[in-house]
């Protein structure tokens, strides 16, 4: 495995694959790898003959006062990782290489999708994946990339954003993978105080109640809603739980299958996402080519 830590070194390698007929797959990635992480390497390992895992903590979707300083950071452990579970190239820039004119003039932005949920408490977020995807795509020219559902919101951006600018990557979602406990594997959760981590468990159990109400016949949307919101108190502070449209995103009235039960919280000063796919199964996600994750044309 080689570990690449320039773009013209990556550009280089992804022209040799082409060159070779391979096909390849990116997973870009912020490290501190955990099993979730792994779960899409294993995916574009099916996907393509050779994958590339970017390492990359990315300043631009960081806002004032949030944890980039602290984000945690373990290179020699992910290459580690990396390597075992069959990555072939592992690109880990620093900041200046990805940003050698220090602020970029040229960003993507989100006209629609990235101004509520997430995007309404973390302003420019989008602006800062959109870009650093953007250029990933720009270096490897991937024939695909995976990322996972815990970031529903992202995964549909990113994916609009493939085909309103026509790049030639097909975009895959990898199942969220989950503690033992049922929280979602996150870099974040190491964060997390023993009794935050408690407290931080009532993210998944109202995902849980979503789907039961769902096999239960419950069609108001606002049961649903309830039932998110019973996620806040006793250490966890809610920021927002939604029923939403799987592809526009925007809160829905008509629960069906393929809605999407979103919710963000602090668990102490830990922020936490989480989310779950009406009627795919407790807890279960859709597969990567389902139609809840089709793109509306408009």
């Not at 690109?91 to 004119?101: K, L, S, V």
């Not at 000063?269 to 793109?295: V, Y």
Request: glycine share 8%; aromatic share 6%; with cysteine.
């Amino acid at each position: 495995m080689q570990v690449l830590q320039t773009r013209a070194e990556a550009r280089a390698w992804s022209a040799r694959s082409r060159q070779q007929g391979l096909r390849t797959a990116l997973v870009p990635t912020m490290g501190s790898l955990h099993e979730g992480h792994l779960s899409l390497v294993e995916i574009a390992k099916q996907a393509a003959d050779r994958v590339a895992l970017s390492i990359f903590v990315n300043p631009l979707q960081f806002g004032p006062g949030e944890d980039f300083e602290r984000y945690p950071r373990d290179l020699p452990g992910d290459v580690d990782a990396a390597r075992a579970a069959g990555v072939d190239v592992v690109f880990a820039p620093t900041a200046a290489e990805m940003y050698p004119q220090g602020e970029p003039w040229t960003t993507v932005i989100p006209e629609k999708g990235g101004d509520r949920l997430c995007g309404s408490h973390r302003p420019g977020h989008f602006r800062g994946v959109l870009t650093i995807v953007a250029k990933l795509f720009g270096i490897f020219h991937p024939d695909a990339a995976v990322f996972g559902q815990k970031d529903y919101q992202q995964f549909v951006l990113i994916r609009r954003m493939v085909a309103d600018l026509d790049y030639a990557v097909e975009v895959i979602a990898g199942p969220i993978v989950r503690e033992a406990d049922g929280l979602a594997m996150s870099s974040r959760n190491r964060y997390l105080a023993p009794d935050e981590r408690r407290s931080a468990r009532a993210l998944s159990r109202a995902l849980r109640d979503c789907e039961s109400l769902f096999r239960a016949g419950e069609r108001n949307a606002e049961a649903y809603r309830e039932r998110l919101h019973r996620a806040s108190g006793a250490g966890v502070s809610l920021e927002y739980g939604e029923a939403v449209d799987p592809v526009t995103l925007s809160a829905t009235d008509e629960i069906a299958k393929g809605v999407v039960c979103m919710l963000a919280a602090r668990a102490g000063a830990t922020r936490l996402i989480d989310n779950h796919i009406l009627g795919t199964g407790p807890m279960a996600s859709a597969p990567a080519d389902s139609s809840e994750f089709d793109l509306a044309t408009d």
